[in-house]
């Protein structure tokens, strides 16, 4: 099991533009993260 501290975007005010602005933001850090861990490279060796 893998666990990643995100932000909790739910917690974030303002308009409707920066709410989905941070959450999109979360998404955008997590892809990264899953794509850096379960790159092809990393893959190889299984």
């Known amino acids: 099991m893998i666990f990643w501290n995100t932000l909790d ?8 533009e920066t709410r989905l602005d941070a959450y999109r933001n ?3 850090k997590l892809f990264a ?5 379960f790159s092809p490279a990393m893959m190889t060796g299984l």
């Open 33 to 37: 993260r899953i794509r850096a861990q």
């Open 9 to 16: 975007p739910s917690i974030i005010e303002g308009s409707c």
């Open 26 to 28: 979360v998404r955008d």
